[in-house]
């Protein structure tokens, strides 16, 4: 096969590989971005494999950086964009599941290759677009099937993370993994537990905002691999019932990981733990239990006022995507509409301060922020305008009522 129009990204990296090829060595575009474009899908990252070493190639490009010299990959700067170029290797055991224990540099394309990943991603492409198809990529490509280069049981024993990656492609693409891929899954299932936990957490994420979940879902659960994902040992119930609603992906880190939290059934501390086992950022747990608390008033009621401002506006339609997934009516529309008309957004928007009240006579303490605490609510529920007469007269009261 030959790509007679190639994106812009490539075309823009074609110098590089001519370059490299014009100096008697061979570099071909390889990875996701071949695979992509084959697909009609955009692409995001182009990746370069050559025959030559890396000393090689930074004698032949005045601007290089060393992001992975031990495993052969240089970061080309060309014209204020970086290409990662990555020399043939073949690849020792793998005593960790993970990464090789050590790589020898090889000239040969056919070695690079076959120890990659899956057969759809084994593929290499000359800077001409002419397509290098050495394990009937293509084929798979276009029957839509995943399947692992050479023997699958080989593949994931070397590196665990694999097989969270085909069920994150299940989803992404839309393709189905053949049974010897999946029965090694089913295999290997345990030694994703020796996986750090973060580079698991990217795959599920990429699962989960796929275009359809359900497929990898059903997979993680057929094939055992969701035992070995943190607190997820005692939610294959909620994981059966969540592959059943995901007929398509989650917006959203946030919305995915509330999702998640209200399908398991977790209260507000235990939302807290699951997302600290998966060593999200704390953002990210504020942001899940805002969106949490929302949507699950959503599933029966709508938001009061107080709830829409705690909320915020940002996170009310993550809240109702969450709440329409697990069977909620969609209220979307409303709900910006009446954030919209909500007095104020955030506290700093309340026309009195802590210095305006001290100035009334208020002493500094813990009084003072009990009572801009309650003048906030006010306003946001419309018992107090948010004016600042009104506000001093309210405070007033209220201090004097205590």
């Given at each position: 096969?030959?790509l007679?129009?190639?994106p812009?990204?490539?075309?823009?990296a074609?110098?590089v590989l001519q370059?490299?090829?014009?100096?008697?060595?061979?570099?071909?575009?390889?990875?996701g971005?071949v695979?992509?474009t084959?697909l009609?899908?955009?692409i995001?990252d182009?990746?370069?494999?050559t025959?030559?070493?890396?000393?090689e190639?930074?004698?032949l490009?005045?601007?290089?950086?060393?992001?992975?010299?031990?495993?052969g990959t240089?970061?080309?700067?060309?014209?204020g964009t970086?290409y990662e170029?990555?020399?043939?290797?073949?690849?020792?055991?793998?005593?960790?599941?993970?990464?090789?224990?050590?790589v020898?540099?090889?000239r040969?394309?056919?070695?690079?290759l076959?120890?990659?990943?899956?057969?759809?991603n084994?593929?290499?492409m000359r800077?001409n677009?002419?397509v290098?198809d050495l394990f009937d990529?293509?084929t798979?490509l276009?029957?839509?099937?995943?399947r692992?280069v050479?023997?699958?049981?080989?593949?994931?024993?070397?590196?665990?993370?694999?097989?969270m990656?085909?069920v994150?492609?299940?989803s992404?693409?839309?393709?189905?993994?053949?049974?010897?891929t999946?029965?090694a899954?089913?295999?290997?299932?345990?030694?994703?537990?020796?996986?750090?936990?973060e580079?698991?957490?990217?795959e599920?994420?990429?699962?989960l905002m796929?275009?359809?979940?359900?497929?990898g879902?059903t997979?993680?659960?057929?094939?055992?691999?969701?035992?070995y994902?943190p607190?997820?040992?005692h939610q294959?119930?909620?994981?059966?019932?969540?592959?059943?609603?995901?007929?398509?992906?989650?917006?959203?880190?946030?919305?995915?990981w509330a999702l998640l939290?209200?399908?398991f059934g977790?209260?507000?501390?235990?939302t807290?733990?699951f997302?600290k086992h998966w060593?999200t950022?704390?953002?990210?747990?504020t942001?899940?239990?805002?969106?949490?608390a929302?949507?699950?008033?959503l599933?029966?009621?709508?938001?009061?006022?107080?709830?829409?401002?705690?909320c915020?506006?940002?996170?009310?339609?993550?809240?109702n995507?969450v709440?329409?997934?697990?069977g909620?009516?969609?209220?979307?529309?409303?709900l910006t509409?009446?954030?919209?008309?909500?007095?104020?957004?955030?506290?700093r928007?309340?026309?009195l301060?802590g210095?305006?009240l001290?100035?009334?006579?208020i002493q500094?303490?813990?009084?003072?922020?009990?009572?801009?605490a309650?003048?906030?609510r006010?306003?946001?529920?419309?018992?107090?305008?948010n004016?600042?007469?009104?506000?001093l007269t309210?405070?007033?009261?209220?201090?004097?009522?205590?």
């Amino acid at each position: 096969m030959q790509l007679k129009q190639l994106p812009r990204d490539f075309e823009l990296a074609r110098p590089v590989l001519q370059t490299i090829e014009q100096a008697g060595y061979e570099a071909y575009f390889v990875g996701g971005s071949v695979r992509d474009t084959i697909l009609g899908k955009s692409i995001h990252d182009v990746d370069i494999a050559t025959s030559a070493y890396p000393d090689e190639i930074k004698h032949l490009f005045k601007r290089t950086v060393d992001t992975g010299i031990e495993h052969g990959t240089v970061m080309i700067l060309d014209h204020g964009t970086g290409y990662e170029t990555t020399t043939f290797r073949s690849e020792s055991t793998y005593t960790d599941f993970r990464r090789p224990d050590h790589v020898t540099f090889v000239r040969s394309l056919a070695e690079d290759l076959k120890r990659r990943d899956f057969t759809i991603n084994a593929l290499a492409m000359r800077e001409n677009g002419e397509v290098i198809d050495l394990f009937d990529g293509l084929t798979d490509l276009k029957n839509h099937h995943i399947r692992a280069v050479g023997d699958p049981q080989e593949r994931f024993h070397e590196d665990a993370l694999r097989m969270m990656r085909a069920v994150r492609f299940a989803s992404q693409l839309d393709f189905d993994i053949v049974p010897a891929t999946e029965a090694a899954m089913t295999d290997h299932a345990a030694l994703l537990a020796k996986i750090a936990v973060e580079r698991t957490q990217v795959e599920l994420l990429k699962l989960l905002m796929g275009q359809t979940p359900q497929r990898g879902l059903t997979v993680m659960l057929a094939t055992q691999l969701w035992r070995y994902c943190p607190d997820f040992t005692h939610q294959e119930a909620a994981l059966t019932r969540l592959a059943q609603r995901l007929t398509h992906g989650v917006s959203s880190e946030v919305t995915a990981w509330a999702l998640l939290s209200l399908s398991f059934g977790l209260d507000h501390a235990q939302t807290t733990t699951f997302l600290k086992h998966w060593k999200t950022s704390n953002q990210v747990i504020t942001d899940v239990q805002a969106v949490v608390a929302a949507a699950r008033v959503l599933q029966t009621q709508d938001l009061t006022a107080w709830q829409l401002y705690q909320c915020g506006r940002d996170r009310l339609l993550l809240a109702n995507e969450v709440a329409v997934i697990l069977g909620a009516p969609d209220r979307a529309t409303a709900l910006t509409q009446a954030a919209e008309a909500l007095p104020i957004h955030q506290k700093r928007e309340v026309a009195l301060t802590g210095k305006d009240l001290m100035q009334a006579g208020i002493q500094p303490g813990p009084q003072l922020g009990q009572l801009l605490a309650t003048l906030e609510r006010q306003v946001v529920t419309g018992q107090v305008a948010n004016q600042p007469a009104a506000l001093l007269t309210q405070a007033l009261a209220l201090a004097n009522s205590k």
